[in-house]
């Protein structure tokens, strides 16, 4: 492929002149070639939506997300997939990130690790992936070889297979039931997708896990009634939680916490329902982990 037909790779018409300008200037072309990045994934909506559905559906069986992709993309995968679990309390397994070249190409640039199409087969292979899970392809260029070879494997297999990359008829998005493909358009530097790609597919894997964890019932409103509140910033946040669903003081919050140990969600159920803490927990597992559900459920009692 020629590199240069690829939009992320072609000049910016709007930065050509930006090694002169002055210090302001510079940040202001950025910041306009940014504003850019919200309105091209607003147009790919409704296959993000179809991934977070056909996802969160796998999850429900037991499946896991797992992002894949070499350099940028690689990290925005596993920084996305880091964040679950101290924001949702979901285990260290349930979202992954695989970057090509492995943990160290998290820290230090292994360029040629992405050509390795085998590799992404084989990074799959070790986690027993299976049909329940779902596999992200992350390529600013669409066209990574490992990310290829990975979606590929995926679909050997049975697994759920999407795509994210920056540039139209991608080559991974060959491989994927759902191609996502966000037209994020020259970069400030060229070839930089860092930047604006980079951006798109930071927040394209927000919506994503944010999506994945709402229907895996891990949000009451827009609260995240799972963290863990394992030091004092989240504990504070955990009573403020507490408090917000309950319409309950400081004092009263942190009582139903001690009494549901330190589980949110089933003080929010004790809290809201009036109802004893071995109900609460009866309810939450009967109800799938869902705090609406149990709370309608317990209203009825």
Request: hydrophobic share 35%; proline share 2%.
């Amino acid at each position: 492929m020629d590199l240069e037909r690829i939009e992320t790779e072609q000049r910016n018409i709007h930065t050509m002149d930006i090694d002169r300008v002055s210090t302001l200037e510079i940040v202001e072309k950025i910041n306009a070639e940014d504003h850019k990045v919200a309105d091209a994934i607003a147009l790919q909506l409704d296959k993000i939506a179809e991934v977070i559905d056909e996802c969160s559906a796998r999850m429900k069986k037991g499946g896991r997300l797992i992002y894949m992709g070499a350099g940028t993309s690689g990290r925005i995968g596993i920084l996305d997939a880091s964040e679950c679990p101290p924001t949702y309390g979901v285990s260290n397994d349930l979202v992954v990130g695989l970057i090509a070249g492995g943990y160290q190409a998290m820290f230090r640039s292994q360029e040629g690790a992405e050509d390795n199409e085998n590799q992404g087969k084989d990074d799959l292979k070790a986690l027993d992936l299976n049909e329940n899970d779902t596999v992200v392809g992350l390529a600013a260029s669409g066209r990574t070889p490992y990310v290829a070879g990975g979606l590929s494997y995926a679909n050997e297999v049975g697994a759920y297979s999407a795509s994210v990359a920056c540039v139209t008829n991608a080559v991974i998005s060959q491989y994927a039931s759902t191609p996502i493909e966000v037209i994020t358009g020259p970069e400030v530097i060229t070839g930089s997708t860092r930047m604006k790609a980079g951006s798109a597919e930071k927040m394209i894997c927000n919506m994503i896990s944010t999506g994945c964890m709402i229907r895996y019932g891990k949000v009451y409103e827009n609260l995240m009634v799972d963290v863990q509140p394992t030091n004092e910033k989240l504990e504070q946040r955990a009573i403020g939680i507490v408090e917000k669903c309950v319409h309950c003081n400081h004092q009263q919050a942190k009582r139903l916490l001690e009494e549901s140990h330190n589980d949110v969600k089933i003080a929010v159920i004790m809290g809201v329902g009036k109802i004893s803490y071995d109900d609460a927990k009866n309810l939450l597992s009967h109800n799938g982990g869902n705090v609406h559900e149990a709370i309608n459920e317990a209203n009825k009692l």
